[in-house]
Nanobody
């Protein structure tokens, strides 16, 4: 069983930045960030494979950057120019199965392992 632990959430004003981290208990090739706001479905933010090929949701393109350090088994999400609509609980997810990034980002059910989530709150 892969264990994922997120950190780095917090409260910022609109236009601010945060960096989320996700420490994994071992190497796992496909990883991603999802978020869920109250009353809304969980949505994909960004996914990355073991070769650091990335896919982003349109809503975060140009503002968020997903990256990973395979030596540390750690996933990151750098979030810049944050907006109030980015407010949500952010989850780290991981899976071994191969799917393309564009297919996987809209299907959280394709990720087998999840962290507990870290809250991001952006005020206007």
């Amino acid at each position: 069983q892969v264990r994922l632990v997120e950190s780095g959430g917090g409260s910022v004003q609109s236009g601010g930045s945060l960096r989320l981290s996700c420490a994994a208990s071992g190497y796992i090739n496909f990883m991603g960030w999802f978020r869920q706001a109250p009353g809304k479905e969980r949505e994909g933010v960004a996914v990355i494979n073991g070769d650091s090929v990335t896919t982003y949701a349109d809503s975060v393109k140009g503002r968020f950057t997903i990256s990973r350090d395979n030596a540390k088994n750690t996933l990151y999400l750098q979030m810049n120019n944050l907006k109030p609509e980015d407010t949500a609980l952010y989850y780290c997810a991981a899976d071994h199965r191969f799917y393309s990034g564009t297919y996987r980002i809209t299907r959280p059910e394709l990720f087998s392992h999840w962290g507990q989530g870290t809250q991001v709150t952006v005020s206007s």
